[in-house]
């Protein structure tokens, strides 16, 4: 497993950010913040953040500490303060903090940082080169006021309203949610990416700005497909199992013993993988000639080419057509442990687990920068581990 590493300059290097997220999806935002080396402190309620308490724990690590994997994954790198916003005095050494900050980020319901007097335009006046990161559910009225902006939500309601559930499932069956929480995780990857633009500026121009991002907003532009279907050729696309509608050979496809990704759409794709697989006849085969006429007809197209892979393992199939066609086993946890590309990639990273002498695995950076490389740069925090006068020191303030 790959070490953290904090020693190494990040890109965002000497960036200071107060992270007032929880759950996911913020957090998400800020770890990629912390990853690419800003100086990220959350600000903490004095019970935590929830899901230092949800787990996964393991037998012998000290639950006094609160940092089980769902905390630990992505909150990784950070500092930690304790304040009681609701109270006078936290709401001032947090005003202390802006002063001092480049990026406040949270992720509250809407109006719930005004009714403590702490919206933008209150923490712009204390510091106008503050870039304010904003992500919920539905957005924020000053980008555009959504008649939903005052629900609750989380991963999943994004994911049904923002369309993916109505594309993903079974041809005949129920829609089924991502595995990972899409609905959270890329909109707090697009709020980071937002965030580094607008620290961009202000490094231009000394002015910032508010940024926000709608998790619904988010998950629609993930699924960017299904608008210009709809738009162009009139159609409500629906689930369509593991097949693509526009590319074919595009599938999931089962073997001796397990599954395999096969994508081979273009003309040059098409023919090495029915030559590989020892049907050359299909690719003079006008039935199945050029990719629209495949897709038409992805079914026979996998009735001929699948008998082929049902004869082999997985590790077989892969063996024959890795390199000649995309082409990639379905990985589970196991295997993604073992697979020497993670190893070389060094996205499996071992952190401190306090507590206990044996550290936990999690997923490292998946971006890298050859000059100032993006990286896990320490364990998540104890609860209130920094203090604001500590944090000030180091900010310069």
């Known amino acids: 497993m790959a070490e953290t590493s904090a020693t190494r300059p990040g890109p965002l290097a000497g960036v200071r950010v107060l992270d007032l997220t929880a759950m996911l999806a913020g957090p998400y935002a800020t770890m990629l913040l912390a990853d690419l080396g800003a100086d990220v402190v959350k600000i903490e309620p004095p019970a935590g953040d929830t899901t230092r308490i949800v787990g996964p724990l393991r037998p012998g690590d000290d639950p006094e500490k609160a940092l089980g994997g769902y905390f630990q994954s992505v909150n990784r790198g950070k500092g930690s303060v304790v304040l009681d916003l609701k109270t006078e005095e936290g709401k001032g050494r947090l005003i202390e903090l802006v002063r001092a900050a480049d990026v406040l980020v949270e992720n509250y319901s809407a109006g719930v940082m005004e009714r403590l007097g702490l919206d933008y335009e209150v923490l712009a006046a204390e510091n106008p080169r503050l870039v304010y990161g904003a992500l919920r559910g539905f957005g924020d009225h000053r980008s555009g006021a959504s008649p939903y902006e005052r629900w609750p939500a989380l991963d999943v309601v994004a994911q049904a309203m923002g369309g993916f559930l109505s594309i993903t499932g079974t041809e005949d069956g129920a829609p089924v949610k991502s595995g990972p929480g899409i609905g959270d995780i890329f909109p707090g990857a697009l709020l980071a990416l937002g965030i580094v633009s607008a620290v961009r500026h202000a490094e231009r121009t000394g002015e910032g700005q508010f940024v926000d991002v709608a998790m619904y907003d988010a998950v629609l532009a993930l699924c960017e497909r299904m608008v210009y279907q709809h738009s162009m050729l009139g159609i409500v696309p629906r689930p369509e199992g593991n097949k693509h509608p526009l590319l074919s050979p595009f599938d999931i496809l089962p073997t001796a013993d397990g599954w395999i990704a096969v994508a081979a759409p273009q003309e040059r794709l098409w023919h090495a993988l029915v030559r590989t697989i020892g049907r050359p006849e299909l690719a003079e085969d006008e039935r199945f000639a050029g990719n629209a006429t495949r897709a038409r007809r992805s079914e026979e197209v996998r009735a001929l080419i699948g008998p082929w892979f049902l004869e082999r393992t997985t590790a077989e199939a892969v063996q024959a057509l890795g390199g000649v066609v995309p082409v990639g086993p379905v990985n589970d946890a196991a295997a993604v442990f073992a697979d020497p590309h993670v190893a070389a990639r ?52």
């Not at 490389?373 to 604001?388: H, N, Y």
């Open 346 to 397: 060094e996205m499996l990273v071992d952190v401190e687990q306090p507590g206990s002498a044996e550290p936990v695995t999690i997923v490292g950076s998946p971006m890298k920068l050859s000059r100032t490389p993006s990286s896990v740069r320490g364990r998540g925090p104890a609860l209130g581990e920094d203090d604001v006068d500590v944090v000030l020191g180091r900010w310069g303030r």
